[in-house]
């Protein structure tokens, strides 16, 4: 095959990629080029440097280091059985790539996955090369995230560690069943293991940062995993309680969810049609109500339907409320921090503004209103000085009233 | 430059205030002056701040004429301006949006911060409302900077590597992020060039110049074709949300990001593009059926993968709907085809006998094939088998599948690679997989085995080798059968 010049690979290797989800570059150390010889800094907030259609941001320049694959994983567009274009990046192309795009201001740094080639070794060998010549050799300080391979080495994992600001092991789908159907190369144990051993080098790094000053940092922002949606049975309770479990037993900054997105040449055993975009936003909104509005794992699960899903038309939150009429209203003037965080359309800004605005006034509904994005969502859930739902709350036809209106459908669509 | 105080002496009001600012975004200098004022007591509306440049109010016109007077020094023992640190730092940003008032609200805020030191905290005011906004949108301006700068590779007069962009923003922010690019591009030499006025570093100096236009900055960068065609390639057709995209991308920006002017085909095109990656796998959504006619129906109108070109029938298995076995071929061959019964061929033959010396009873069992139509190449009169690829043999699953799920078999058993890979979604090495069972997600138990037809190629010794390999299994086979069947025979 005639030599594929740089631009064709980065198409090949840029359209690999697009499927992770992840593109987040904030919550790292702060570092600078000041004083350095090269070039970089992360200054703690992520930064995102262009958007695309699908309404994603573009921080890191996202690519694999190769598409070849020796691993058969049926909703993968890289397996081997696939016959997509296969190309592949050396180390040293890798890293010129991003110092390029990075001196133009186009990126935050890097963030590398692969396929596996020749064996998890070698490929993982690969990938740490490309964040060694752009640390050591070009001293760059920018962000850099490493996909890392469950089945490598775990010394060649702890290296990637060392240069990475975050790495990454991906759990790919939420039930074990789902695993062995789809992605039979892949060990639910090992990924897990893989991940666990991630978190003990996390926090032995950390604690001997605490006693010396000059002990390297191993993955400042952390670890975080990815779980597709929609390409098994799972239901969104099974994705819920299995994103609560990580969280808990791994200490993950974050679970990314990727919608299943029919892919060229897909294998048979998926489903051809993609899972309403939807979903995987509502399953983003239960990670948040859990990470930043205090409900427990079980309570998430219980806005959910019989079959174990959350409702597409209304977000989780109103869904809980719906569901527990009997907790609300609560008065704006005195109720807890928790309790607010609890009524829809009140997030976790407008609940501070509330607390810090009532000691200097009690709240009428106007005061409300002006603390927050929308009153008509949050009107029925609430009491203020000049306002009380009396029957609102208990309507029969709360839903309807504050579900979003139904668009019309596509006369065509497909 | 430097700023003027002028004040205008109001008939009944007492003296009315005029500060000129030296530069619109001068903070520094409207503190102190603020400060000052606070201390001498003078009330919000007898000052006006007058930005740089701009034409001012009416005061700073009746200033101009003549009725000119410094401002009040305060007395030494009066009481401090008092601020707190909320208020200072959002005024620090708010001060730098392009408001004409906003000097006159921060210093109305300070006045009333006296008497009401924790006012900042009551969101529901409107000045201090107001502020906030200030400060947000002054906020995304600069993290706006911060992304969508975009810096073109130029050589300068000495030959050294010098990076220009050209930057539009909305508010007076430009000096006070200069820091982050000296942070970030600490060893480049490059310059920002805005109509607000221009930033050159040098990697030890910052430089700052007055207003440029878009004409001062390069027009090109070969990098540019790279980083539009990974802009295009990273986007994911299958999932279009342009709201998503314009609300933090707004269409002002897109006129100095290279990336940008790609986005109106991308979209025309995402649709056309989804429709083909579905159409590319020819398969529509099926729903399940459950039975064995209904599915020998469906399968006959089958394109899912290129075999079906070949003019083939669909053979599908044929047995016990409850058959407590259920074994698996690879595909139906030039006889099976014909017949439109699987294994009835030379290699269904030799299983035949196989299957009876190990006292297996076919008739009880479920035969079928991992790929359900004959593929072949035609050579003079013979159909030549053809042995189908890994992912005919996946799309074909979704049948071997739907007949698993009808039939529900204690034991199955896969003749061959093929038929492995049909039920296990990989493939297996046939001498590690064989001998021992293989439980299956549903509970069954699967046992590999060589194909017949394999037996069929083989001479002398090394059939008769493999033929008493293949029999031991059968009967591996058979005793398990036994194991699972006794009980309900009883």
């Known amino acids: 095959m005639a030599q594929k010049s740089l631009l064709e690979k980065l198409e090949i290797l840029a359209d690999a990629a697009k499927y992770d989800a992840s593109c987040a570059s904030s919550g790292t150390a702060k570092k600078n080029s000041l004083g350095g010889k090269g070039i970089g800094s992360t200054e703690g907030m992520g930064i995102c440097h262009a958007y695309a259609p699908d309404g994603r941001c573009i921080s890191l320049l996202k690519i694999l280091l190769t598409n070849h694959c020796i691993f058969d994983c049926h909703y993968c567009i890289n397996r081997k059985s696939s016959n997509v274009r296969r190309a592949r990046f050396t180390p040293q192309e890798v890293a010129d790539l991003t110092l390029n795009f990075y001196r133009r201001n186009y990126i935050e740094g890097l963030f590398l996955s692969s396929g596996i080639i020749k064996s998890s070794n070698f490929t993982m060998e690969q990938m740490v090369e490309a964040a060694r010549i752009l ?28 240069y990475a600001d975050r790495i990454s092991i991906n759990v790919e789908l939420p039930t074990t069943s789902g695993l062995t159907r789809l992605a039979p190369d892949k060990d639910e144990r090992q990924i897990e293991g893989a991940i666990a051993k991630t978190k003990d080098d996390i926090i032995e790094a950390k604690d001997a940062r605490k006693r010396f000053r000059h002990a390297p940092r191993f993955a400042p922002a952390g670890q975080s995993t990815q779980m597709i949606v929609g390409a098994d049975r799972a239901s969104d309770a099974d994705i819920v309680g299995k994103a609560s479990r990580l969280y808990d037993s791994f200490g993950l900054r974050r679970v990314y969810y990727s919608a299943f997105s029919p892919i060229p040449d897909a294998s048979a055993v998926l489903p051809l049609q993609r899972p309403p975009l939807l979903r995987e936003h509502r399953l983003y909104q239960s990670d948040w109500l859990m990470r930043f509005y205090g409900y427990a794992p079980g309570e998430v699960c219980e806005a959910t339907d019989a079959d174990g899903n959350l409702p597409l038309d209304i977000d989780p939150k109103l869904a809980w409320a719906l569901k527990f009429r009997g907790t609300f209203p609560v008065d704006v003037n005195r109720a807890g921090k928790e309790m607010l965080l609890r009524v829809p359309g009140l997030g976790p800004t407008a609940v501070q503004r509330i607390i810090a605005a009532r000691r200097h006034r009690t709240l009428r509904l106007d005061d409300v209103a002006r603390l927050t994005q929308s009153i008509a969502k949050v009107r029925p859930f609430i009491t203020a000085l000049d306002w009380r739902p009396t029957t609102l709350t208990d309507r029969a036809d709360l839903r309807s009233l504050l579900a979003p209106k139904q668009e019309q459908l596509e006369l065509f669509a497909s | 430059m430097s700023g003027q105080a002028l004040s205008t002496r109001a008939p009944s009001m007492g003296a009315h205030y005029a500060v000129q600012l030296p530069a619109p975004d001068d903070f520094a ?29 009416l005061f700073a016109q009746s200033g101009a004429s003549g009725l000119v007077k410094r401002l009040p020094v305060p007395d030494r023992d009066s009481r401090p301006a008092r601020a707190s640190k909320r208020f200072l730092s959002l005024a620090r940003n708010a001060a730098l949006h392009s408001d004409p008032e906003r000097f006159a609200l921060l210093y109305r805020l300070l006045w009333r911060l006296q008497s009401n030191p924790r006012m900042m905290e009551d969101k529901t005011d409107p000045d201090v409302r107001r502020m906030e906004e200030l400060d947000k949108s002054v906020r995304r301006d600069s993290h706006k900077m911060h992304a969508f700068v975009r810096f073109r590779q130029v050589e300068d007069a000495a030959g050294d590597e010098h990076y220009v962009a050209w930057f539009e923003p909305d508010h007076h922010i430009v000096r006070a992020n200069a820091g982050f690019f000296m942070r970030r591009f600490a060893n480049m030499n490059w310059s920002i060039l805005t109509p607000r006025g221009c930033l050159h570093w040098d990697g030890e100096t910052m430089r700052e110049s007055g207003p440029a236009q878009r004409s001062d900055a390069p027009d090109g960068d070969p990098v540019e074709e790279l980083w539009k065609s990974y802009y295009a390639s990273i986007f994911n057709p299958a999932r279009l949300k342009v709201g998503a995209m314009l609300s933090e991308m707004p269409k002002k920006y897109w006129k100095n990001m290279p990336e940008a002017a790609l986005i109106p085909d991308l979209i025309a095109g995402a649709q056309a593009r989804e429709a083909n990656m579905v159409a590319a796998g020819t398969r529509e959504a099926r729903e399940r059926l459950d039975s064995l006619a209904e599915l020998a129906e469906a399968a006959r109108n089958c394109r899912d993968c290129p075999i079906a070109d070949c003019g083939t029938r669909a053979v599908m298995g044929e047995g016990a709907q409850s058959a407590p076995l259920m074994i698996v071929g690879e595909q139906p061959g030039d006889h099976e085809d014909l017949a439109g019964r699987p294994f009835v061929g030379p290699a269904g033959q030799l299983l035949d006998a196989a299957l009876t010396q190990a006292g297996i009873d076919r008739s009880a069992a479920y035969v079928t094939n991992a790929v359900k139509h004959f593929k072949f190449v035609q050579r003079g009169k013979r159909r030549i088998h053809q042995t189908p ?50 439980m299956l997600e549903d509970k069954a138990e699967l046992w590999v085995t060589a194909h017949p037809a394999y037996l069929l190629r083989l001479d002398g010794e090394a059939r008769e080798e493999q033929a008493a390999f293949f029999s031991s299994d059968l009967a591996k086979v058979q005793a398990r059968l036994d194991t699972f069947t006794s009980g309900t025979q009883v």
């Open chain 2, 389 to 438: 690829t890994a992912k005919e043999i996946d799309t074909c699953r979704w049948w071997l599948e739907s007949e698993l799920a009808i039939v529900k078999p204690r034991v199955i058993l896969a003749l061959g690679a093929s038929a492995a890979r049909g039920l296990l979604g990989k493939t297996v090495s046939l001498k590690a997989a064989r001998g021992a069972p293989i």
């Open chain 1, 135 to 162: 640390r050591e050799e070009h001293d760059f300080r920018g962000y850099i995230h490493l996909k890392t391979i469950p089945e490598a080495d775990p010394e060649l994992v702890r290296q990637a560690g060392l």
């Open chain 2, 29 to 57: 200098f409207w503190r102190d002056q603020a400060r000052a004022l606070v201390q001498c007591e003078v009330p919000p509306d007898r000052v006006s701040w007058i930005e740089s440049g701009g034409t001012g109010d």
